[in-house]
């Protein structure tokens, strides 16, 4: 808005400002709808580290590396859903260079894949969601090459918020520092009872560098994210629910998947709706929540314009019509 303030003063000037940010905003939006298509999608059931050029070797660090992250698109009356599932335990998940990458390339594929409906993350290992940035990698770079991997993270987890389908987090243990970053980039997170979180970064001298200083006020008010960066506090389950951190808290199962599990039914619950238009509401709340409220709304319209031409509109409409499910195709 200190653009608008500055183009425009108060009054008319400051409305028009408004109208024309609103419009440059929405042509974003519709730039950003279009962006969709240009990667090839990934094929089902291919882990993303298999599309990756070296995968065909299974000795040394590498093959490994790419096992830090596994890709899975579900199938089924799960067809839609893609597992994001962080695999490094041997270090609790933490942040590395090499996961950063893996987690960018993914979100990357994922981006441009029409067949993608809803992306769960979660950690293949138990008891830790992810324990966050690698400090043991940390301590050995130099002081430059530090703020280039933190910038590195912040814009991956910003491409991670900007996935243009409803992404949940399922937090069935530790989420810490990058790791709950990295989980409040995502649109919904539902967490066990026992996970932990917290943003414990001030502990360390520093601040939460991949978005947390900036998410938390937005996910649970300034207050209470003001009192959990300042304490460095961790909050289980529970407590994380009732502050509105997680929308969603489950009893811990043998297995260890609870949250896991919850995800996966509310990501069903996502599968029958329109593509092209959770598409553009994810894309209009996002945006529209950065702004105020005259802005939001053009930005709505402009969103809104976006679906009344798509071949998924008629389809529902029809359908309904119809009385029948419709057969979306995302176009
Ligand atoms: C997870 O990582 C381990 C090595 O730490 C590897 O043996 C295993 O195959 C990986 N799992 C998946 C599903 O990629």
């Known amino acids: 808005m200190a653009a608008a303030a500055a183009l425009g003063g108060l009054g008319l000037g400051l409305l028009r400002a408004r109208l024309r940010l609103a419009a440059a905003a929405a042509a974003t939006s519709a730039a950003l709808c279009r962006t969709g298509h240009r990667t090839p999608p990934l094929r ?12 065909g ?38 942040l590395s260079k090499n996961l950063v990458k893996m987690i960018s390339k993914a979100v990357d594929a994922l981006k441009s894949d029409k067949k993608v409906r809803t992306v769960v993350f979660r950690s293949e290992v138990p008891g830790i969601f992810c324990a966050g940035a690698d400090l043991k990698e940390r301590a050995k770079m130099h002081s430059s090459e ?9 814009a991956t987890i910003n491409e991670l918020a900007n996935l243009p389908v409803p992404t949940i987090a399922a937090i069935d243990g530790t989420a810490l520092g990058g790791g709950l970053e990295l989980a409040l980039a995502c649109d919904i997170r539902v967490a066990a009872s026992s996970a932990k979180m917290g943003l414990v ?8 560098g991949a978005g947390g200083t900036q998410r938390l006020p937005r996910t649970i008010g300034v207050s209470l994210a003001k009192e959990l960066i300042f304490s460095a506090r961790i909050v289980d389950g529970e407590e994380a629910k009732s502050i509105g951190l997680i929308s969603h808290v489950v009893e811990q199962n043998e297995a260890g998947d609870a949250a896991y599990r919850r995800a996966l039914a509310l990501a069903r619950e996502f599968l029958p709706q329109g593509p092209v238009a959770m598409r553009v509401a994810k894309l209009a709340i996002n945006q529209g929540m950065e702004v105020d409220l005259v802005t939001g709304l053009a930005i709505e319209e402009a969103c809104y314009a976006q679906t009344i031409p798509t071949k998924d509109r008629i389809e529902g ?3 309904f019509k119809e009385k029948r499910p419709p057969r979306y195709k995302g176009e």
């Not at 530090?146 to 912040?154: E, G, I, L, Q, Y």
């Not at 970064?201 to 939460?208: D, H, N, Q, S, Y």
Request: aromatic share 4%; charged share 25%; proline share 3%.
């Open 146 to 154: 530090v703020s280039s991997f933190v910038s590195r993270a912040r």
């Open 44 to 55: 089902g059931g291919v882990a993303a580290a298999a599309a990756l050029p070296s995968a």
């Open 57 to 94: 070797r299974s000795y040394g660090s590498q093959a490994k590396e790419e096992e830090e992250l596994r890709v899975r698109y579900l199938d089924d009356e799960h067809k839609g859903i893609v597992v994001l599932g962080l695999n490094r335990s041997h270090a609790k998940n933490a």
């Open 201 to 208: 970064e001030t502990k360390l001298a520093i601040i939460p």
């Open 317 to 319: 409409l029809l359908a």
